[in-house]
């Protein structure tokens, strides 16, 4: 069984900084890409951020120059560093992994965690 749990969401000043973590664990598997959406109140999820296996990055245009996504392929996590946070920013996050199983390709998503800009 797989689980993808994601951490480090909270409260933050306009400005401020935040860390999230996606860990996969469980079944033996490679992880291909690792992804980071996010959905806003009464708003579809969107792609915020995707890092390859090989480490190419893709951004969403609201996140270029401020979020960095990065990923540790020994510990099957991923991080996105948020700088310089905006109110619109706000929105939960979720971690989507896409994970290849026995020869087959497999997305799991995390439960999400709340990031919230408020001064």
């Known amino acids: 069984q797989v689980q993808v749990v994601e951490s480090g969401g909270g409260l933050v000043q306009p400005g401020g900084s935040l860390r999230l973590s996606c860990a996969a664990s469980g079944s033996i598997f490679t992880v291909n890409a690792m992804d980071w959406y996010r959905q806003a109140p009464g708003k579809e999820r969107e792609l915020v951020a995707r890092i390859s296996r090989d480490g190419s990055t893709t951004y969403a245009d609201s996140a270029k120059g401020r979020f960095t996504i990065s990923r540790d392929n020994t510990k099957n996590t991923n991080y996105l560093q948020m700088n310089s946070l905006k109110p619109e920013d706000t929105a939960v996050y979720y971690c989507?992994?896409?994970?290849?199983?026995?020869?087959?390709?497999?997305?799991?998503w995390g439960q999400g965690t709340q990031v919230t800009v408020s001064s």
């Open positions: 989507n992994a896409i994970l290849v199983i026995n020869g087959l390709t497999y997305s799991y």
